[in-house]
């Protein structure tokens, strides 16, 4: 299948070249538009699948695949498929003889590859092979592996988040987490703490394979007392909200976790004894007083019992025996608990 379209000749074409034109007339016209694909000549390639759309849908992932990853998504937005296919197509009219008599003629008499690409009309190949448009698992897997790709190669995670976006404005729903979590990653990437002297080397493909837990230690990695507050607040209680609030609505008492942790121990309480066993005894302050401040207001920590147990188990897990001011400080802050029993029966548990 060859194009004589000529606007479109006069599009790839700027300087006209009788050698280019006759490579690309007995090109299969895939493989043209891959290489216009790879040339990022983005207003060919439209063209392109516009008055080709029955010989280029079987292709038209991988096509859009070569597009060189640091080209911006808005400028091929449009070629982008979404959860539908299009609604129509500028085909021209079939001539008279492009009929399907005509397409099982040529299936049985023209047996030569090159003289089968040269008289394949588009509306022969419309005829023979219809129209083709990706399942939804097959539309959610190329975007996932293209923002993976644009980003293991050209390291542009706007871009990534970009691609998703125009994903989800397009219908495919399905990708909503998986934008969400390259959202997270973004937010760790480029805002940087000003007193913050941390260093990673983390990609999509790095992050995708940590469990929901390694990615909210991830976020607090590096954190001093002075700005573990703020990097909970911007980043990691959201997180951990998020991912509870959706193991709690789908029924799912484990989280994304090595280790199978059960759901009525969040985050952050694991986070803190952690933190304790590496004596780290001032960030469990500052993360504890503020839990404690208003529970009403806040999501450190579910109840005011799960505070005081988490942070008694804090300081039962530190090894240091010249901590106590910071200890003393620590169960200063704890709320009362009232009841029968009340903060011994927590303590003697």
Same mark, same amino acid.
């Given at each position: 299948m060859v194009s004589t379209d000529s606007k479109f000749i006069d599009t790839v074409f700027c300087r006209f070249s009788v050698q280019e034109y006759g490579k690309f007339r007995i090109m299969p016209i895939n493989e043209a538009a891959i290489s216009l694909a790879e040339? *990022?000549?983005? *207003?060919?390639?439209?063209?392109?699948?516009?008055?080709?759309?029955?010989? $280029?849908?079987?292709?038209?992932?991988?096509?859009?695949? /070569?597009?060189?990853?640091?080209?911006?998504?808005?400028?091929?937005?449009? #070629?982008?498929?979404?959860?539908?296919?299009?609604? *129509?197509?500028a085909v021209r009219q079939d001539d008279w003889v492009e009929c399907e008599k005509m397409v099982h003629f040529i299936n049985a008499s023209v047996k030569n590859r090159d003289i089968l690409i040269k008289v394949k009309t588009e509306p022969l190949v419309k005829h023979l092979l219809g !129209?083709?448009?990706?399942?939804?698992?097959? #539309?959610?897997?190329?975007?996932?592996?293209? /923002?993976?790709?644009?980003?293991?190669?050209?390291?542009?995670?706007?871009?990534?988040?970009?691609?998703?976006?125009?994903?989800?404005?397009?219908? $495919?729903?399905?990708?909503?987490?998986?934008?969400?979590?390259? #959202?997270?990653?973004?937010?760790?990437?480029?805002?940087?703490?000003?007193?913050?002297?941390?260093? !990673?080397?983390?990609?999509?493909?790095?992050?995708?394979?940590l469990s929901d837990y390694e990615k909210f230690k991830f976020m607090l990695k590096g954190v001093k007392k002075e700005n573990v507050t703020e990097r909970l607040h911007n980043r990691a209680i959201p997180f951990m909200c998020e991912k509870f609030r959706k193991a709690s609505l789908t029924g799912d008492v484990t989280l994304s976790d090595n280790t199978n942790q059960n759901i009525d121990e969040s985050f952050l309480v694991r986070w803190l004894k952690e933190t304790s066993g590496e004596n780290?005894?001032?960030?469990?302050?500052?993360?504890?007083?503020?839990?404690?401040?208003? !529970?009403?207001?806040?999501?450190? !920590?579910?109840?005011?019992?799960?505070?005081?147990?988490?942070? $008694?188990?804090?300081?039962?897990?530190?090894?240091?025996?010249?901590?106590?001011?910071?200890?003393?400080?620590i169960l200063s802050k704890l709320p009362q608990l009232h009841g029968e029993f009340g903060f011994m029966s927590i303590l003697i548990s």
């Open positions: 040339s *990022g000549k983005i *207003g060919a390639l439209n063209l392109l699948f516009k008055r080709h759309p029955y010989s $280029l849908s079987p292709f038209m992932l991988e096509i859009l695949a /070569a597009i060189p990853e640091t080209v911006p998504v808005p400028m091929y937005g449009q #070629l982008l498929p979404g959860r539908s296919p299009p609604s *129509g197509f !129209f083709r448009w990706p399942t939804i698992d097959e #539309l959610s897997s190329w975007y996932t592996n293209r /923002a993976r790709a644009m980003d293991y190669f050209s390291g542009q995670l706007d871009n990534c988040l970009s691609l998703l976006e125009f994903a989800l404005r397009k219908g $495919l729903s399905e990708l909503q987490q998986f934008h969400q979590d390259v #959202l997270y990653l973004s937010q760790i990437i480029y805002t940087n703490d000003d007193d913050s002297e941390m260093s !990673f080397n983390m990609n999509l493909a790095m992050w995708g394979e780290k005894l001032d960030i469990c302050l500052v993360v504890i007083e503020e839990g404690c401040r208003n !529970f009403q207001s806040n999501d450190y !920590f579910k109840s005011e019992v799960e505070a005081v147990d988490c942070a $008694l188990q804090c300081i039962y897990l530190s090894t240091v025996t010249d901590r106590w001011s910071i200890m003393a400080a």
